[in-house]
């Protein structure tokens, strides 16, 4: 059994801020639903960018969102969680989605019309690292300056 | 942009079947949860290990759930991400969990009480591949047997 300990709000935030790629969890009159989403961190916010008639366009607007990130090496036995929770909003404030726009181009890979950017403040930020003896945020692979 | 293909019924089960890690949602009185989990799928089920005294345990026992695996290669835009939904139930039936014991001895990476084995019977089998000209199944790790 590996030991799991909590990883710092620091931590977290670094580790959320690294990344471009996780999945966003709302609930919605069916049950909850979940989707994998490219996404950047532009201030203390989440952005993932959808379209408005999709499931989290539909009912992932304006309502609590999960938001999760995670990196496993299944030979290592270690990994890292984080998860951040809050309430969404669309952003659409033109010099705020000026500011989305230039701190990340966005690059969904899957194609299809995205034209709503849903923000994600979140209120709750936590995260787990499985294993000792090793710092999650000095093995982030360099995909984007932490 | 890159272009996303839906994947089979059959593709979607061997994906799901040969994973180990995946994220589990549930709708709880304030919002959405979500938590990287350990599994196995046992017969036309998924099945999680947890705390009965965890979130999930407490607000995913008896409830619609959703779960989703996925695998990213960042380098080649390429990817893919099965989500099953379907309601959960508590497995307590003696032969039921002697089964699942024997088909899956459970490895729960992170240390605690897991005592409660919830099933997850999908209703929904759901799968996306991003980029095309490469099989995600042919693609596994191996790590299991498919």
Known sequence: MHEAIDLSPDQCERLLRAGVAGRVALSSPDGPHIA????????????????PYSVLGTYGRGSMLAFEVDQFDHDRWRGWSVVARGRSDVVTDPLELERIRTTWEPHPWAAGNRSMYLRLRWSELTGRQIGTGWDPVASL???RAV
């Not at 994998?36 to 960018?49: E, F, H, L």
């Open 36 to 51: 994998p989403v490219n996404y950047s961190v532009v201030g203390p916010a989440i952005v993932i960018r959808t379209s």
């Open 141 to 143: 692979p360099v995909r």
